[in-house]
C-alpha cells in the first residue's frame, strides 16, 4: 500500500471524477486545470502504483498508450469503451466468461485469466458524426 500523500490523494479525487478511461498526460492537464502542481512523472508512478494494486483498471490505446480509469466496483468485468470521447460502461458477461472456460477447456488451461473490452462508439458521438456529414 503506498502512502497517502497530497499528491496521491489529488490523483484519486480527479479520478474519481470522471467515468473516462484518461492517459497520465490528461490527468496531469486535469489537475494542472484544477490548481494543482504535480509532476507528470509523479502522476505517471501514481498510476502505475494504483494499477498493481487493483485500485485501477488499465487499457491500452491503438497506439499502445496507457489509459486509466477507477471502476465502480472491483470484481471481474469488462469495458465498452466510446473510441471518440472515452465514455466508457463497465459490463460483466456470463457469455464472455463461458466462451473464454471453453476455449481454455479445448486447448487444456487452467486458471485462465482475461480482460475483454469493447471499443465502438456511443449514441451521442454516433449522432454527432451523423450530423457533421451532411
Known amino acids: 500500500m503506498q502512502r497517502m500523500t497530497r499528491q496521491r490523494a489529488a490523483i484519486e479525487?480527479?479520478?474519481?471524477e470522471t467515468d473516462q478511461f484518461k492517459s497520465a498526460q490528461n490527468l496531469h492537464d486535469d489537475l494542472k486545470a484544477n490548481g494543482h502542481t504535480i509532476g507528470l512523472a509523479t502522476v505517471y508512478r501514481t498510476l502505475?502504483?494504483?494499477a498493481l494494486?487493483?485500485?485501477v483498471d488499465v487499457v491500452r490505446t491503438?497506439?499502445?498508450?496507457a489509459m486509466y480509469r477507477r471502476c465502480i466496483g472491483?470484481?471481474?468485468?469488462?469495458?465498452?469503451?466510446?473510441r471518440e470521447c472515452n465514455k466508457t460502461v463497465e459490463i460483466s458477461s456470463e457469455?464472455?466468461?463461458k466462451w473464454v472456460q471453453a476455449v481454455a477447456a479445448e486447448y487444456g488451461y487452467?486458471?485462465?485469466e482475461h480482460t475483454a473490452?469493447?471499443?465502438?462508439?456511443c449514441t451521442q458521438c454516433a449522432e454527432r458524426t451523423e450530423e457533421t456529414e451532411f
Do not use: P, T
Not at 13 to 16: I, N, R, V
Not at 74 to 82: F, K, S, W
Not at 117 to 121: I, R
Open 13 to 16: 479525487k480527479q479520478l474519481a
Open 48 to 50: 502505475q502504483s494504483m
Open 62 to 65: 491503438e497506439e499502445g498508450e
Open 53 to 55: 494494486a487493483g485500485e
Open 117 to 121: 473490452d469493447l471499443v465502438g462508439c
Open 74 to 82: 472491483y470484481e471481474h468485468h469488462h469495458h465498452l469503451i466510446c
Open 95 to 97: 457469455a464472455i466468461e
Open 110 to 112: 487452467v486458471d485462465v
